[in-house]
């Protein structure tokens, strides 16, 4: 089955610096990967996403991108800010069909210090 | 749209107990699934269904742990009897078919187990 790797398990940034946090999946099958924001006592919810048909997707500070190839996606978080502190979840899956569940990976903490 | 509804927000309770998790998913949504959340195992994914059926409970950690889904608006997660190991932030989670969605999470449940 599927397995994600998420790296690094924390992040310590200053703020105004970019943020990078990188996912590795196995099933060369899967084709949908969002990423999800979680703040101490919330819950996870869903920051941006990407499906295998696009290279790059961007939504103001925030960009993913994916490389089929390599099967790994990365989170680009840019001027980072003290409340983009939280932890963030990588995630993969065979979009439609039978399957309907995603494979997350660990959690990155990001740090941002003001 | 309410978003995923959960009850209660905290239970505590002690060794030996019952205890019964609640979950509404969004109207329309067809997945439902039950995620247990720790520090040291992270986002685990318990059981999901699809149309009320229970498609892969693999993640369900022992016959202690039941889940079920009578109608399209309702499931529930048991624990019989709870152990101290048990406390956790239980989430539930929901979402459609339709190929363009992600799962969106509910507020989750704080279990302690004394």
């Known amino acids: 089955g599927e397995n994600v790797e998420q790296h690094p398990s924390t992040l310590s940034v200053q703020e105004g610096d970019s943020a990078v946090i990188k996912c590795t999946y196995s099933?060369?099958?899967?084709?949908?990967f969002p990423w999800y924001k979680q703040e101490l006592g919330k819950r996870p919810q869903l920051i941006i996403d990407?499906?295998?048909?696009?290279g790059e997707k961007k939504d103001q500070r925030i960009a993913v991108t994916l490389n089929k190839t390599a099967k790994h996606f990365s989170l680009h978080i840019t001027e980072t800010q003290p409340e983009d502190s939280a932890v963030y979840f990588c995630?993969?899956?065979?979009?439609?069909?039978?399957?309907?569940?995603?494979?997350f990976g660990k959690g990155t903490k990001l740090s941002v210090k003001p | 749209d309410a978003g995923v509804i959960q009850s209660p927000r905290h239970e505590v309770t002690e060794m030996g107990q019952e205890v019964t998790l609640r979950c509404k998913p969004i109207?329309?949504?067809?997945?439902l699934f039950w995620y247990r959340q720790t520090m040291m195992r992270g986002l685990e994914l318990l059981i999901y269904?699809?149309?009320?059926?229970?498609?892969?409970d693999s993640g369900m950690p022992e016959d202690r742990f039941s889940a079920k889904m009578p109608n399209a608006s309702f499931s529930t997660l048991k624990i019989q009897p709870s152990e101290p190991r048990d406390s956790a932030v239980y989430f539930c989670?929901?979402?459609?078919?339709?190929?363009?969605?992600?799962?969106?999470f509910g507020p989750g449940t704080r279990l302690t187990v004394l």
């Open positions: 990407i499906r295998s048909n696009v």
């Open positions: 099933d060369s099958a899967s084709n949908y």
């Open positions: 989670a929901s979402r459609r078919t339709v190929s363009t969605d992600t799962q969106y």
């Open positions: 109207s329309g949504h067809d997945y």
């Open positions: 995630a993969a899956s065979i979009d439609g069909g039978s399957q309907g569940n995603l494979i």
């Open positions: 269904f699809n149309n009320n059926v229970p498609i892969d």
